[in-house]
């Protein structure tokens, strides 16, 4: 087994956080063709896997950098306060190893066989079925959210396995030649994630390409896939709203200093109310991003000494990163409030950082209600523990 040293040292993770601030003003420039466009552009794709974005979490025994979680959301949260979209479609892309991770030792060393920048799209709303059939599954369905699927290489969709068994879910993986895109993407916010809708009209799926979410057994051995999926994924989705929101103070802290409100006498910047907002907004906006690292450094921690993650620390971590989710939004709010007029335009950024965190809020992930099941496990009450 590697070391503890190997998941600890800086140098992979410096070395991807220089390449990935090298694409930052190039990114930014490119905000309105990415939401024109509803995806990110090939050749900026072309870069994202060129500065390691998506063998970040593949472990090295299969070529990838294997970083350290803590890392990993710096290097998501500077990409998504560069561009919403694309730190949520590198987000998912980069999640491929953790799902991958969970099918048997030889198919998962046949995916990463030709090289560690694997992309994979799909779904876990299980919205599709499965039939047994000798030596594995006929799959057909439709699965909506399968955000940077026009760059997927392999997709993954859950189904429901029709010959009465319990649990009655199998994840289906597949090659995007076996995979329809529907062109469904026209929303309010993270436009250019290109999360279209993808289908599967009736594909051969072997057993040693299905996988299970209910009772997840790893192929690999690593810090990453001894933590529940939902409870990194969750302190994912909230380090990019937080690049979301830190776009956003950013923003109207530039704007302030030039813009003077109508009937005003002097810039908003120098506006009393302004600078009482402003000074509370970087304030939440810094106490939420040290909750998000709290969390991930602690859950690191227990994985890295390969202790479990006890229903009490998985709570607090879904409290939390729907906690820091919804205070990121709520920073958003007030900067966006405070731009005025301005930015109501398509030209101002200010407007879409609006409309990608609040999309981010809809996640399943982070709804109100995960507020509650926290509270019952936290007070010892009887809760489902299955998507916790």
Known sequence: MTSTSTWTSNS?????????????????????????ER??????????VAAGCFRSLVPRSHGGSELG????????????????????????????????????????????????????AGAFNPTGVATPVEGGFRVRGR??????????RWFFGHCLVDDGREPPLRMAVLPAA????????????LCGTGSHDVAV??????DDRTLSIVDPRHCVDGPLWRIPELTAGTLMIAAVALGIARGAVGEIAALATGKVPAFGATTLAANPLFQNQFGEIE?????????LHTEADAAWAKAVADSPLSPEDRARVRATATWITRTAAAVVDVAY????????????????????VHAVTQHFALKPDTFTLAGAVLTGQDADLTFL
């Open 201 to 206: 009209e009736d594909a051969f799926v072997p």
């Open 283 to 291: 304030a939440r906006l810094r106490a939420a991003t040290a909750a």
């Open 39 to 48: 995806r990110l552009p090939l050749d900026l794709v072309d870069d994202l």
């Open 69 to 120: 979680l803590p890392a990993h959301l710096r290097l998501l949260g500077e990409l998504a306060t560069a561009d919403g979209s694309v730190g949520w479609t590198v987000m998912i892309g980069s999640q491929a190893p953790v799902v991958l991770g969970l099918l048997p030792r030889a198919s998962f060393d046949a995916v990463y066989a030709a090289g560690p920048d694997v992309i994979a």
């Open 178 to 189: 076996e995979v329809e895109i529907v062109d469904t993407w026209r929303v309010s916010g």
């Open 337 to 356: 409030g405070a731009g005025g007029g301005t930015a109501l335009y398509d030209t101002s950024p200010l407007q879409r950082r609006l409309r990608d």
């Open 12 to 36: 992979a993770a410096t070395a991807t956080l220089d390449a990935v601030r090298s694409l930052v003003p190039g990114i930014v420039a490119r905000a309105d063709e990415i939401e024109r």
């Open 143 to 152: 699965w909506s959210f399968a955000s940077g699927c026009q760059h997927a």
